[in-house]
C-alpha cells in the first residue's frame, strides 16, 4: 500500500502533511518490522544468513538505512528447499501455507466483493446519473477507478499468496480452486456492458465459479453479506444529506426571523428613554430606527439571494411569502448604480432645500404681520 500511495501521489497534491503522514506510516511500519525480526530469528535461525547477505551500501561502504516498503520479510517460502525440508522446518512451512492459503481466499472473496459494487455502481449510474452533466459522471467515474485500485489490490495479494504455495505445497489440493488470476479473469458478475457476445456463447470467469469455504446453499446470504455494508454506507450518506438540506433551510428561516426580531428590538428601544432633552430623544429615536432598518435591509438581502436558488430547486420555503416585498426593494436599491443613486441623493438635498427655504419664507412672513400690528400709518 504504502508503494502504490507513493506511485500515485500526484507532484502537486504530495503536501508537506501528506508526507509526513507518509513517514510516520513507514516508521510504525518498520518499528512492527524490526520486532517481529527478533522472534523470527528464534524460529528460523537462516533467516540471519538472508539478512546478512541483503544489507545495501551506499557509496561510501556504509549499510543504508532500511525503508518499510521496500524490506523483504524472507518468510520460510523464500527459503531454499533444502531448507524448508528439514524437520524443525516442516511444521513452520504449514503454518504458512495455511496462511497463505486463507489470504488468498480472502483476496478472492474480496475481488469478487468489489465486483459487485461495481456491477451495481454502473446500473445506479445508467438509471440516475447518465444524462444530468459531466460533474456527475466525473464523479461516478472516480469513484469507480477507486474501487478499481482496489481491486487491483486484493489481485496482488491474491497472486502472492498463490505464489508462496506454489512453493510450500505445489501438488495440494487448493490448486483445484485458486487458480492463476489474470488480469481479463476480473471481471463479472453476469456480462460486461461492452460485452457483444450472445448469452450462449458467454463464458462467466472462473472466479464465480470455484467453490466456497462455505456451503454452496448459502451463496445467496454470501451476495446479502457482503453488500450489506455498501447498502449501509450509501443509506449513511442520503440520510446525511436529507439532514442537511433540512438544517439549510431552518437556517435560512432563522437568519431572517432572527433579522426581523432585531429591528423590532432596535423600535422598541427608541422610545425607552425619556430623561433627556428632545434633541436627544430625537436622536437616539433616529439611531433607533436605522439600526432597524439596516437589519431589514440585511434580511431582504439575504431573501434576494436565496429564492432564486429556492425556485430552480423547486423549494417553497414559509418564509418567501413574507419576503417577496422585500426582496423586490432591495434588488431594486442592489440595481442602483452610483450616478443614479447620486441623482437620487441630488433630488432629495434638494427637496430638504425647498421645505427650509418655505419655513424661512413662513417666518418672514409670520415677522411682517408682527411689525405691521405694531405700527400705524397715516393715510
Known amino acids: ?13 504530495n503536501t ?3 508526507q509526513a503522514d507518509k513517514q510516520d506510516k513507514q516508521t510504525v511500519l518498520l518499528r512492527h518490522i524490526q520486532t517481529w525480526r527478533q522472534a523470527q530469528l528464534v524460529y528460523t535461525p537462516y533467516a540471519a544468513t538472508l539478512l546478512s547477505e541483503n544489507v545495501i551500501l551506499d ?7 532500511e525503508t518499510a516498503s521496500t524490506t523483504p520479510l524472507f518468510l520460510p517460502s523464500s527459503f531454499p528447499a533444502v531448507i524448508r525440508a528439514q524437520s524443525n522446518m516442516k511444521p513452520i512451512c504449514e503454518m504458512e501455507r495455511r496462511l497463505r492459503e486463507a489470504q488468498a481466499d480472502d483476496a478472492l472473496a474480496e475481488i469478487r466483493r468489489q465486483r459487485r459494487v461495481i ?5 445506479f449510474k445508467k438509471i440516475n446519473v447518465s444524462g444530468t452533466g459531466n460533474r456527475p459522471n466525473t464523479r461516478m ?17 491474491y497472486r502472492r499468496a498463490r505464489t508462496a504455495l506454489v512453493t510450500l505445497d505445489p501438488e495440494g489440493q487448493w490448486q483445484e480452486r485458486l487458480k ?4 481479463e479473469d476480473i471481471r463479472g458478475p453476469g456480462k460486461e ?3 457483444r457476445s450472445s448469452n450462449s456463447r458467454f463464458e462467466p470467469s472462473w472466479i464465480w465459479l470455484v467453490s466456497r469455504v462455505i456451503s454452496s446453499g448459502e451463496t445467496e446470504d454470501e451476495f446479502n453479506e457482503s453488500m450489506r455494508v455498501e ?13 442537511e438540506y433540512q438544517i439549510l433551510q431552518e437556517e435560512m428561516r432563522r437568519v431572517l426571523v432572527y433579522m426581523e426580531w432585531k429591528a423590532s428590538w432596535w423600535e422598541q428601544q427608541a422610545t425607552l428613554r425619556k430623561d433627556a432633552s428632545p434633541e436627544i430623544l430625537h436622536g437616539v429615536a433616529a439611531y433607533a430606527h436605522k439600526q432597524a432598518y439596516i437589519a431589514r435591509r440585511m434580511a431582504g438581502c439575504c431573501a434576494a439571494a436565496w429564492l432564486p436558488e429556492c425556485v430552480k430547486l423547486s423549494l417553497s420555503p414559509s418564509w418567501a411569502t413574507d419576503w417577496t416585498e422585500m426582496e423586490t426593494e432591495s434588488e431594486k436599491a442592489m440595481s442602483l448604480t452610483p450616478t443614479a443613486c447620486e441623482e437620487e441623493r441630488e433630488v432629495i438635498l434638494a427637496q430638504e432645500e425647498n421645505i427650509e427655504f418655505e419655513e424661512d419664507h413662513s417666518d418672514d412672513d409670520d415677522n411682517t404681520e408682527d411689525i405691521d400690528d405694531g405700527f400705524e400709518f397715516d393715510d
Open 141 to 157: 467515474l472516480t469513484l469507480y477507478n477507486r474501487i478499481n485500485v482496489k481491486i487491483m489490490r486484493c489481485a496482488d495479494c
Open 193 to 195: 456492458p461492452d460485452d
Open 119 to 123: 456491477q451495481g455502481l454502473w446500473q
Open 59 to 65: 557509496d561510501d561502504g556504509q549499510p543504508r538505512p
Open 16 to 18: 508537506s502533511k501528506k
Open 231 to 243: 447498502w449501509a454506507k450509501a443509506r449513511a450518506r442520503m440520510m446525511r444529506w436529507g439532514e
Open 1 to 13: 500500500m504504502l508503494k502504490h500511495e507513493s506511485t500515485q501521489t500526484k507532484a502537486k497534491r
Open 180 to 183: 492463476v488470476l489474470r488480469n
